[in-house]
């Protein structure tokens, strides 16, 4: 096992869990046994996070664009995730997670929404990770929303022209109430960004693997920690003067 030095781990880590569909292909199972598997991995990665001290966990779930797969495996995802959310929120309270969703729930199936709801409601005293699924999600989406919500507030005199600043337009965003995420590790080999939180990745360490979710285990999740742990984090400065800085 990679050792963590547990000061160093990132305050929010984003996951895109890619690679359900190929672990399957290469089974010759079907698809859906893929993402069954991939649960399996949510659940000991989000146990992981939250015994590692990790305050934010966010998952990509659903694509805003996984609406275009076929009818049958969008219906079996949206199963996976109501069964995954009503069964999680006893261990949720166990282990002090607090639940939270970003995308437009609007289009999400009322039953997974009433189960969402419940989760949300039933974790919300909860003080230790925060585990954000994106469902739905699509990070232009987002942002054409905030600016939409945004105009509003300007035509209704509620922001002037002149407030306008990164951190208040960042205020209207999904993610208002946490920190961007330090660390992106996405599974499966490809190296993309698949509008994935474009605005808040502005200045996130990349990680990228071969290994599909599904067997993505403890020990990849704590090799990628280690390597961001070895990464220096500039924000536009020089190393010299980080130093400097001590
Ligand atoms: C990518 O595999 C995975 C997804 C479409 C979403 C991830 C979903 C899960 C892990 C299951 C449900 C999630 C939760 C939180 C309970 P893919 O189908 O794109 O794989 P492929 O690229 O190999 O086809």
Request: with cysteine.
């Amino acid at each position: 096992m990679h050792i963590l030095k547990t000061e160093k781990l990132p305050r929010h880590l984003a996951i895109i869990m890619d690679g359900n569909g190929r672990w399957a292909k290469a089974r010759m199972l079907r698809r859906i046994v893929g993402h069954r598997k991939g649960v399996e991995t949510v659940r000991m990665i989000v146990e992981e996070c939250s015994l590692l001290g990790i305050s934010c966990l966010t998952l990509f779930a659903f694509s805003a664009e996984n609406w275009l797969r076929p009818k049958t495996e969008v219906q079996a995802l949206m199963m996976l995730l109501k069964k995954y959310i009503k069964m999680e929120v006893p261990r949720m309270m166990q282990n002090n997670i607090r639940f939270n969703v970003i995308g437009n729930r609007e289009e999400l199936p009322s039953d997974v929404n009433r189960v969402v709801d419940d989760a949300i409601a039933k974790t919300a005293g909860n003080s230790g990770m925060i585990l954000t699924l994106a469902l739905s999600y699509g990070a232009r989406q987002e942002i054409v929303r905030a600016a939409t919500i945004m105009a509003a507030d300007m035509a209704s005199g509620k922001i002037s022209a002149t407030e306008v600043s990164e951190s208040l337009f960042a205020g209207y965003l999904y993610t208002a109430d946490m920190p961007e995420p330090d660390f992106l590790i996405r599974t499966s080999g490809e190296m993309r960004i698949s509008n994935f939180l474009l605005w808040q990745l502005a200045y996130t360490e990349l990680y990228f693997t071969d290994i599909n979710w599904p067997d993505f285990g403890k020990r990849e999740l704590h090799k990628a920690l280690c390597d961001y742990q070895d990464r220096e984090r500039r924000f536009g400065r020089t190393s010299d003067q980080l130093q400097a800085r001590g």
